[in-house]
């Protein structure tokens, strides 16, 4: 048995770091390799977890949706399972770029050469947006070393916060996304994509973050409400017969048109084929029909320019001029964001074209709008500007300035937009996945047919995974985009800026004949959607990879099924033809009192080390445990009701453990009373339902029954039979000792997954070993009659309510009471009379039918005062 002490006053400080390094010197959540290797896959519980990114603090949203991932581990541990619970993290990418620029105050410049003694101007930044004129220029790997100096520093710091609460994490099974091993199942990953078709290069038109410098994904993408006012333009008819009127929010890309639509049944339908000229800038262009055209928007009629919005790009790539060319692209923004030097070669107007260079080129797109505004005004081309309103424009979600959209040549990974036997099979795996919470299938599948072009997965950044090719160079020193260089697998990890493609001598790089590097990185998330490989040691360690693949659980927030878990599923999809996981758990928001999203870009995010370290992590975890996946959970940092109310369950369990462990059971101790039978009938009951919450990934349910028991159980059965267990001359005391440590055991296991330290540290105090890898509790199969415990805790509240209303303590003796209750209670009650008559001090209860349990006379013993009570 244990040796640990009960302290005399048993608290909840100090706990996590007692227990957190008793398991970490223990091994208790170590997964076995040699135990897997002889049950097999099915012995084994696999979680696929998801890294957190490494670039600032962890929220309050991460304590929350990581203690429910916790909870089912722990829970599988305890049912026998051999559970691989790795932890990763998310350290390559925009966020972590941006928030090395701001702290060390220093930006990247592929172009200098490299300070192997620099140091940067200072450490410490405020992580906020700061311009990059202040910023000093550094060399690409300079800048790279500062990234992985501060990404190790924060996750040293979330290492340490994810121990505070309690995580069940195997600590040896961590890996980065940039490391060594990680770059390089993520190159293999993408050069099979390539070998196989699914990976392809493609200059065409992007969606360019100008503050980030690069391309962004669909799936990175997010609305948010801009002002804009609709400026109307008259475009003239090439043969000078009349116009046609436009409105547009973009009236600084009137050099960049290349077309006006409207839809082929809309006002101007009769218009369709005829030429017009650009006010001002005269460049000949036509007049098309097209379905997306809205004829009751505006005038009827819209501009189609190079680009303006993604339906631009649809009308430039479906378009045909009448004698069958393609619209062209003229492109006026540079990747810079501001206004090209030369204004497109469409312009036919020479003195437009000057004026464009002295009053449009170099500027920003609003002090190029406002230019060109007044010029159109002057020349009488711009006829109205309307009241300015608020419209959804495209943002990158980590950016600060809309998204425009510009040319360039990029790689993409097929993700079913265009491939319905892909698509397919997409619908067809996400059906097969067990959705927890069932509803949140939906946004899969609608993200899935939504789907309008293919995955872009490369990123003009520098801290990342490289993109692992080199470019044949033709005679002119030009790249030749036919004669892509892969490099050998077996020389995997590279980075083709450095290393040098098989045949070739570095002398040659860049010079004509010879080679160069592709300098892109690959996007994070098609790092972070191969976590079940990076983990799991897919092409690393085969053994590891066949034991945890496909993995048990994919658990994450709902606001990242279009990325992470859509990503993931497409890569596995792709290698291997199946779901990378048998469930997925997917966690609500958590919002503000207002019911609002907390997010660091809206400024309401809580930190979670002050709340952890106020209330402690017990309460936090239940707080966490008390919501249901998919639902959205309130956090108020001001008045955490719901900590404070899992604080209190935490001390009570240390309280009631420190209880019922001073009644010794006797040897050969049996269940004779009917009352404790009772008890442990109805706890069987609890066992079973919060058993079958668990298994279903109900954390909320299984904590609200077995909640309600243990308060049950303190509250009344502990008064019911505590006189009992300390009479040692009573012949039911050996039956009360032990029907109290069987509910212990039995409760300290049912709340140790959400509960994890005031559980532990009541486990010690008398068994061997942690309650975190004791057996989960089986129903005992005992026949009592749970009415019972039931009828004899109403009996017991009703004596005390009588009490109360007589003004007199509930140590006042009885003299005699009378409980009325049907007949069938009738029964219940005398077989827990004596336990109501200890606990009562009665010395005298009698019973007598009615059709509701009352206590309707009690007569205490004290100074003749006689209380008659009605309905008690």
């Not at 070393?145 to 040293?156: A, F, N, S």
């Not at 002057?378 to 300015?388: C, D, H, N, S």
């Not at 349910?701 to 159980?713: G, Q």
């Not at 007949?823 to 077989?831: D, P, Q, S, T």
Request: glycine content about 8%; hydrophobic content about 40%; aromatic content about 10%.
């Amino acid at each position: 048995m244990s040796t640990n002490p009960i302290p005399d006053k048993p608290a909840l400080e100090g706990l996590e770091a007692k227990w957190g390094e008793r398991w970490s010197t223990s091994g208790t959540f170590l997964f076995d390799r040699i135990r897997a290797a002889q049950t097999g896959r099915e012995g084994v519980y696999s979680i696929d977890t998801p890294p957190p990114t490494a670039s600032g603090s962890l929220h309050i949203g991460h304590v929350f949706s990581y203690t429910h991932t916790d909870i089912k581990a722990r829970f599988e541990r305890m049912r026998g399972k051999n559970v691989f619970y790795p932890m990763g993290w998310d350290d390559n990418g925009l966020p972590t770029e941006r928030r090395v620029q701001n702290y060390y105050g220093v930006r990247c410049d592929p172009s200098l050469p490299y300070d192997a003694d620099f140091t940067p101007p200072f450490e410490g930044g405020d992580n906020k947006s700061s311009r990059a004129a202040d910023q000093l220029p550094i060399s690409r790997r300079n800048f790279i070393e500062l990234c992985e100096k501060l990404t190790v520093e924060d996750e040293k710091q979330f290492e340490a916060l994810f121990r505070q609460l309690g995580l069940s994490v195997d600590w040896t099974q961590t890996y980065r996304t940039i490391s060594d091993d990680s770059i390089r199942q993520s190159q293999l990953a993408f050069l099979r994509n390539i070998e196989r078709g699914e990976a392809y290069q493609s200059l065409a038109p992007t969606l360019w973050d100008v503050d980030f410098r690069s391309a962004i994904a669909q799936a990175e993408l997010e609305d948010r409400d801009q002002q804009a006012s609709y400026h109307t333009i008259d475009f003239p008819f090439a043969d000078g017969s009349g116009h046609i009127t436009i409105e547009t929010t973009r009236p600084e890309l009137l050099p960049a048109c290349v077309a006006i639509v409207t839809h082929p049944e809309g006002p101007h339908k009769h218009l369709i084929g005829t030429k017009v000229r650009t006010p001002f800038f005269d460049a000949d262009i036509e007049i098309h029909g097209h379905h997306l055209a809205q004829p009751d928007k505006g005038t009827g009629a819209a501009m189609v320019c190079t680009f303006g919005d993604v339906t631009d790009i649809v009308w430039w790539r479906e378009l045909r001029t009448t004698d069958g060319r393609d619209l062209p692209n003229m492109t006026t923004i540079g990747l810079d964001g501001r206004f090209l030097p030369d204004a497109p070669g469409s312009v036919r107007d020479a003195d437009a074209a000057a004026w464009y260079g002295e009053n449009m080129a170099g500027k920003t797109v609003f002090s190029a709008r406002k230019a060109l505004v007044e010029k159109l005004q002057e020349t009488g081309a711009m006829t109205a500007v309307g009241k300015p309103f608020n419209h959804a424009v495209k943002f990158f979600e980590k950016g600060d300035r809309p998204l425009e959209i510009v040319s360039t040549r990029q790689w993409y990974i097929r993700n079913g937009a265009r491939d319905t036997e892909l698509r397919d099979q997409l619908l067809a795996h996400g059906a097969a996945l067990n959705w927890h919470p069932e509803f949140m299938r939906v946004r899969y599948e609608n993200w899935v047919g939504g789907l309008t072009g293919d995955w872009l997965v490369s990123r003009q950044r520098f801290f990342g995974v490289p993109i692992p090719l080199w470019y044949a160079l033709d005679e002119n020193g030009e790249r030749d985009y036919d004669r892509v260089l892969q490099p050998d697998l077996a020389a995997l990890p590279i980075d083709p800026t450095t290393d040098v493609p098989d045949g070739y001598t570095a002398e040659q790089r860049g010079v004509p004949g010879g080679f160069d590097a592709e300098a892109d990185i690959l996007d994070t998330w098609a790092t972070s959607s191969l976590t079940p490989q990076l983990a799991g040691g897919w092409e690393r360690d085969a053994e590891l990879w066949e034991l945890v693949a496909p993995m048990d659980l994919r658990p994450q927030g709902q606001d990242i099924i279009r990325t992470w878990l859509f990503s993931t599923m497409l890569r596995s999809t792709l290698e291997d033809g199946r779901s990378p996981w048998r469930n997925a758990a997917i966690s609500g928001f958590i919002v503000d009192p207002d019911r609002k999203k907390m997010s660091k870009s809206k400024g309401n995010v809580v930190t979670p080390a002050d709340i952890l370290d106020a209330h402690g992590s017990d309460a936090v975890r239940y707080w966490s445990a008390s919501s249901r996946l998919g639902a959205d959970a309130a956090f108020d940092p001001q008045n955490p009701t719901q900590v404070k109310i899992g604080r209190r369950l935490a001390i009570k369990i240390l309280n009631a453990a420190k209880f019922v462990l001073s009644f010794p059971v006797p040897e050969g101790a049996e269940i004779t009373h009917a009352l404790d039978a009772s008890m442990l009938a109805t706890l069987d009951g609890v066992v079973r339902d919060a058993t079958t919450a668990f298994e279903n990934y109900d954390q909320a349910r299984a904590l609200e029954i077995t909640e309600a028991f243990f308060w049950t159980f303190c509250d009344d059965y502990l008064e019911l039979v505590k006189e009992r267990a300390y009479d040692r001359t009573n012949v039911g005391q050996a039956s009360a000792a032990l029907a109290l440590r069987l509910a212990l055991s039995t409760l300290l296991r049912l709340l140790a997954p959400i509960v994890s330290f005031a559980t532990e540290e009541a486990w010690s105090w008398f068994e061997d070993g942690s309650v975190h890898t004791a057996a989960w509790p089986e129903p005992r199969g005992d026949a009592g009659d749970p009415a019972v415990l039931a009828t004899a805790s109403k009996a017991l509240i009703g004596i005390r309510r009588a009490k109360t209303e007589a003004k007199a303590s509930q140590k006042t003796p009885v003299s005699s009471a009378t409980i009325a209750a049907p007949a069938a209670e009738i029964a219940a009650l005398e077989a827990a009379a004596d336990d109501l008559r200890a606990v009562g001090r009665i010395a005298e209860l009698g019973f007598v039918e009615a059709e509701e349990l009352l206590v309707t006379a009690i007569e205490l013993d004290s100074a003749d005062s006689v209380a008659q009570t009605e309905g008690a």
